[in-house]
């Protein structure tokens, strides 16, 4: 729980159910969003607020607990949407014109996301009211600011609040899957429920494009996640379709690399390197059916459309696209194992097999040995004796440099085929490689061998040496005792008996 002198440090809070909320503290907005403090600030006056009759009520029922007066209007008619950023300056005070925090007088620009809960509910709708560059004053009563506890010590209980906003700037929402604001989504209408479009959904969308300020295509256009190139509908906008709720309306930014790129289009006029704008509104959509809503032989059939499909972008190169198709036979047949009717057993085999043996080759295309391999041992759990199945498999553990599996791998299919040539080929290459490995073994044991036995010779050498000045140094001390016992006169030394 938050201190009182924590609490006193920031005055916008996000947006929980402040009316009938036990908060113990305000919910001062937090992280990057934080407004700063009021610490240092001057607790002074402004002007009374007085309501006009120009003030409107931006409340979604109309009860009067938000108003919005304008005192310098913007320009255009322009609004941020939900999810936009917003740059704004603001000064709060209470009725009595006690200001309790202003971000003019911290001299710093205060942001926020749109529409999302990191502020009051007072803010999120009359900011979303406004457009740009305009300035008004916002009144709202406890409901729709800091409650029935207010924010201690500043805001008493129950407290009505007073805003003067000016909204400064926004951008949209970023939505690229990279995150590099190439697609910059304002939401004009949210749409209805809380789906959005999946892979392989059948969406019906109308597009407005413009290059400046001219339109160069509108128009209603149906596709499918992950085919939109095939209806002539750019990366970008399919982007947004799938962040979109049924019924939604965005005013979308696209940059070059996710509209026409570097090509341009001659068909629209598009010049090379060209940023586009773009209205999309996603009418309604049909995910691909669960496989627990589908028959068997409804199974059957959409999986034999999956693999026409998937392998129409195999052929042109769109491996993980065409991974995505195959896998959705799988799961959609995986679990059918007991069947009664022979020919639905064997067209569902077929299918699995066909979609086990193609995901493999997909994977293999691209330098993924061991999704390659994990496939092919599906494969060959269907069909033990697919030579499809095993010559792939060893061309994966051949890519993981697995050779003594891949050669059993290659051994296995011809055993199946004696006259595969790809299978012979491949064999002689794997033996080749073997054969490199353990003459490079031999060469390094043999190296290290050499190279020990040397540093065995050079030890056993010093040794020696050492071994030969001891001798000489204790047959020196020896002589030396001698000499010195003689010159003594001591005759006590031994002699031989």
């Known amino acids: 729980m938050a201190s009182d002198e924590e609490k006193s440090e920031n005055f916008l809070p996000s947006s929980d159910d402040t009316s009938d909320s036990e908060r113990e503290d305000g919910g001062p907005a937090t992280g990057t969003e934080?407004?700063?403090?009021?610490?240092?600030?001057?607790v002074d006056q402004v002007p009374v607020y007085v309501r006009g009759p120009a003030a409107v009520d931006v409340t979604p029922d109309k009860d009067g607990g938000v108003t919005k007066e304008v005192i310098r209007p913007g320009y255009g008619d322009e609004r941020p949407g939900t999810g936009d950023t917003v740059y704004v300056h603001y000064v709060g005070s209470l009725t009595d014109g006690t200001k309790f925090d202003s971000s003019r007088d911290r001299g710093d620009t205060f942001k926020f996301t749109l529409g999302t809960g990191s502020v009051i509910k007072a803010w999120d709708m009359a900011v979303a009211a406004m457009t740009r560059s305009e300035v008004c004053i916002v009144q709202c009563t406890a409901k729709y600011g800091y409650g029935k506890r207010g924010s201690k010590p500043k805001i008493p209980p129950n407290a009505t609040l007073v805003f003067e906003i000016e909204l400064l700037d926004w951008k949209g929402e970023d939505i690229s899957e990279s995150l590099d604001e190439g697609i910059l989504r304002s939401q004009l209408s949210e749409g209805d429920g809380y789906q959005t479009p999946t892979d392989m959904s059948t969406c019906n969308v109308h597009v407005k494009g413009k290059h400046g300020d001219r339109i160069f295509e509108d128009r209603d256009v149906t596709f499918v996640i992950g085919e939109a190139d095939a209806a002539g509908v750019m990366a970008g906008v399919e982007q947004v379709v799938k962040k979109s709720k049924q019924g939604a309306r965005s005013k979308v930014v696209v940059k070059a690399k996710y509209a026409y790129g570097s090509?341009?289009?001659?068909?629209?006029?598009?010049?090379?390197?060209?940023?586009?704008?773009?209205?999309?509104?996603?009418?309604?959509?049909?995910?691909?059916?669960?496989s627990w809503k589908l028959n068997l032989k409804e199974k059957l059939e959409h999986s034999e459309n999956l693999k026409n499909k998937g392998t129409d972008f195999f052929k042109v190169g769109k491996f993980k696209r065409a991974i995505s198709y195959y896998g959705k036979i799988i799961e959609y047949l995986k679990d059918e194992e007991k069947l009664d009717d022979e020919t639905d057993a064997s067209t569902r085999s077929q299918l699995l097999l066909a979609a086990h043996l193609n995901t493999a080759m997909s994977h293999l295309k691209l330098q993924d040995g061991s999704e390659?391999?994990?496939?092919?041992?599906?494969?060959l759990k269907v069909d033990p004796k697919s030579e499809k199945g095993l010559f792939r498999r060893g061309m994966a553990n051949l890519n993981l440099r697995n050779y003594e599996d891949a050669l059993a791998d290659?051994?296995?299919?011809?055993?199946?085929?004696?006259?595969?040539?790809?299978?012979?080929?491949?064999?002689?290459?794997?033996?080749?490689?073997?054969?490199q490995i353990k003459e490079n073994e031999r060469k390094t044991y043999a190296g290290m061998f050499e190279k020990f036995a040397s540093e065995d010779a050079k030890k056993a050498e010093k040794l020696q040496v050492w071994k030969d000045g001891d001798k000489q140094e204790k047959t020196a001390e020896s002589d030396a005792a001698v000499n010195a016992a003689t010159d003594s006169g001591d005759h006590s030394a031994p002699t031989d008996q």
């Open 34 to 42: 934080e407004p700063g403090t009021s610490r240092g600030a001057s």
């Open 263 to 290: 090509e341009g289009n001659r068909e629209y006029n598009i010049p090379p390197d060209a940023d586009l704008e773009y209205e999309v509104e996603l009418k309604s959509f049909e995910p691909l059916k669960d």
């Open 372 to 379: 390659a391999r994990s496939a092919c041992d599906s494969a």
């Open 410 to 435: 290659f051994k296995a299919v011809l055993d199946l085929d004696p006259e595969n040539k790809a299978a012979k080929n491949q064999l002689a290459i794997v033996a080749h490689k073997i054969k």
